[in-house]
């Protein structure tokens, strides 16, 4: 989810608010009892945030104690305050459903809506009596503490209820879009050895009726481990893409011999595996990260209820695929007792407002999005604020690339004056963010407004030094509750050492570069590694060669992101066999290899024929030295490369022009 504001500063704050909104904040109910109990004085966000710093076992205590966690807390807060290495709560039992479950009335849990096609309801009545049922139905099928239950589904209730009932067996829930391609399922779900799948019966997307059948008979033969495979009804064929796979049914014949009965919740440690999520796969196949159940809650609920100032009966969304972070921290809003709004489609089709008809028809109180969708609706000529309804959006977040200052503008413009805009940004490694949102202090053009509460997160220059108001590294100082439990099949730890301590040891290095602004705010300016971000969803380059390479007329590949329109898009570079010519036949090839084998969002905007590629002397290419090419940045440490000579062909291409 790396997410950012470009640079930008105004003399003016574009919103500020009033002393009556920030007095009826959470964040202002809760530095008055936490200085009630604590004797510190609180009074504003920045004073909180060095307290939440200082006393990191009192601020976790205090969310946890303020916002109801279910379960035993137990004595002890912080032990072995290192990183990696800390452990929060090491005497807590918790289950993360239960949290999420807390509701059980008429009130609405979730609405779905599948583009235009579909609509759904559940009550928090209806959501616990489908999770039950969904809970009896795996356990039949040998779910139990520590197994995985792996899900290629959309957005919609079946998803969050699978994943409820999951959680609350204490198994570990992981899932991906159904538009990612068979290679690109099994590098993932292939390395966790899951006991069940769950997959939908198709999909929709710009009006288009997209059948998986296919695919899954590529999919669950190759996932050894899975001993059942339930297809959930969206297209209506359930029973027929069933009666195609071994070992499958469909989600009705699944549930027809359970009757709902109270879910049964298993308590287990605070950083029990509750989700892997996965890297974006630049280097190989993606690194599977295990994000525990306490931390991921703990965060979750501090992310909601004080920076997002979440309330009981807030009804939030979020443009989101089950593919990336931001669907599990959606989720994690039933924690707050807020309804979730979801949806799964284009947010283009039937008409460019369709996201916005749906914030007016269902009272939307969190907006939550991308900056590329701002950037389209500002580029659509949309103006909201003059043929919607939006009084009830308090707070409109953006996240996924860089929020530029120009969308800012249009936001504040065009959709709503008197709106919370937060840019934010975290990412998959955190499942949340290092800085966001503020509902109690100015919103300034371009700025993420500060980083997160008991978050020490810093800007560091290359020596490992503080800096203000330079470019440097994102850091994080101090260990945190929604670090990684560990990675997958990484006994030793080494690759997550490798990840986030390498650079900067015992101090997290989060690989983005950042800069702190005159108001105590953030500018992130991208990624510091060769990890692509176009419409702030990461892909990793290994996922593109793998397709591309298998075309015969392609020797070897190598993709990059190029800064383009206040975005990211994907440039591909091929090396072809001698004689063979990239044309338009060979070009639509690419282009349909990488759709269909990994997922549109890897499809390159370019693909440019090269002579050669450069490597370093150990036979790595090097994406890096041919992006500052292409951005016409001096490449450093040309004498690593076997054939520096070949830098010469990226210079000034008039391909990546327009």
Known sequence: MSSAAASGASERPLWQPSPEQVAATNIARFMERVGERTGAELTDYPGLHRWSIENRDAFWSAVWDEFGVIGEKGGRVLVEDRMPGAKFFPDARLNFAENLLRRSDEGEAIVFHGEDKIETRLTFAELHALVSRLQQWL??????VGSRVAAMMPNMAETVAAMLATAALGATWSSCSPDFGVRGVLDRFGQIEPTVLIACDGYWYAGKRIEVADKLEEVVPALAGVKSTLIVPYLGIAEDVAG????????????APFRAKPVSFERLPFNHPLYILYSSGTTGVPKCIVHGAGGTLLQHLKEHRLQSDVRPGDRVFYFTTCGWMMWNWLVSALASEATLLLFDGSPFHPDPSVLFDYAERERMTLFGTSAKYID???????????????????????TGSPLAAESFDYVYEAV???????????GTDIVSCFVLGDPTSPVWRGEIQAPGLGLAVDVWSEAGRPVRQEKGELVCTRAFPSMPVMFWNDPNGKKYRAAYFERFPGVWHHGDFAEWTAHGGLVIHGRSDATLNPGGVRIGTAEIYAQVEQIPEVVEALA???????????????????????????????????RTGASPRHVPARVVQVADIPRTKSGKITELAVRDIVHGREVKNVEALANPEALALYRDLPELRS
């Open 139 to 144: 356990s039949s099928q040998g779910v139990t």
């Open 244 to 255: 195609r796979l071994p070992n499958a049914v469909s989600l009705p014949k699944a549930l």
């Open 376 to 398: 389209a609706c500002k580029k659509e000529g949309l103006r909201p604020r003059d043929t919607h309804d939006l009084s009830t959006v308090r707070l409109m977040t953006s």
């Open 416 to 426: 709503k004056p008197d709106i919370h805009l937060a840019s934010i940004s975290g």
């Open 560 to 594: 990059i992101g190029q800064d383009w329109d206040n975005d990211v898009r994907v440039v591909l570079f091929v090396r072809l066999r001698d004689g063979a010519t990239l044309d338009d036949k060979l070009t639509r090839a690419i282009k349909t290899k990488i």
